[in-house]
């Protein structure tokens, strides 16, 4: 059954679907069919074309539901180019990022870029359901396009997509300040303590202050059991 509230919320825009498997933008695309009532959606099959819809025409759209791992340009190369306004498109566009487990490696990085939400792929019509109507609802709070220009997009998708980095074995670190589960947190507050990936990626640094729009996202990667329930604040 469609959301009215949520088709009530994309009006008479689309929703850009970027993503380089069939069976993936398949699944996507009859989601949001299913929960819009038929809102209309474009295809594109990387970043590259992603933003070709976009240029001249980013007002037409509601939200972008994009891939992270693609060939020509990837998910975090389209989030760039869109925070950045390139061309003069909207910066604030609504952008949820589909992930596989694997791809935790990239998370930190999307999270500078102000990602609007993550969803595992293949993504299930609850989950989409409950991102897009919390992008669509929540203020936009992006930083304007030259905050984001210091962010070496390239360079953090070449080295954690050939290396894939780990925490060494028995590697750990004494967490410093208060452990504090994500739902009852109350921002702004500050990280004592890292935030890794399962997996041993570092996805925010100690001393990073935690907005209400960081935080959803953390409670989106905990729920996707990428990391721990749990942070350390100070």
Not at 23 to 29: E, G, L
Not at 97 to 112: I, R
Not at 137 to 164: Q, T
Request: hydrophobic share 40%.
């Amino acid at each position: 059954m469609a959301d009215e509230n949520l088709s009530g919320l994309i009006a008479s825009r689309k929703i850009l679907i970027v993503d380089d498997e069939k069976f993936s933008r398949s699944i996507t695309t009859r989601s949001v069919n299913d929960i819009t009532g038929g809102t209309e959606t474009v295809i594109a099959r990387d970043g590259a074309e992603g933003l070709h819809c976009l240029v001249g025409r980013s007002r037409e759209y509601a939200a972008a539901i994009c891939d992270f791992n693609m060939p020509v340009m990837n998910g975090l190369q389209f989030l760039k180019q869109v925070r950045s306004g390139l061309e003069g498109m909207r910066n604030d566009l609504p952008v949820i990022m589909l992930t596989g487990h694997s791809d935790s490696a990239l998370v930190g990085a999307a999270l500078k870029l102000d990602v609007d939400g993550f969803v595992v792929k293949p993504a299930s019509l609850q989950a989409l359901q409950t991102r897009l109507r919390h992008a669509l609802a929540a203020p936009h709070g992006v930083h304007a396009p030259k905050h984001y220009a210091p962010i070496d997009v390239d360079a953090i998708s070449k080295y954690l997509l050939e290396n894939k980095p780990k925490q060494p074995a028995g590697a750990t670190s004494q967490p410093r300040g208060a452990r504090t589960a994500l739902d009852e947190i109350a921002p702004p507050v500050t990280l004592a303590s890292d935030i890794t990936a399962h997996s041993g990626e570092l996805l925010l640094s100690a001393g990073m202050v935690l907005t209400p729009r960081l935080l959803e996202r953390l409670r989106e990667l905990a729920g996707m059991k990428i990391i721990e329930e749990h942070v350390w604040l100070e």
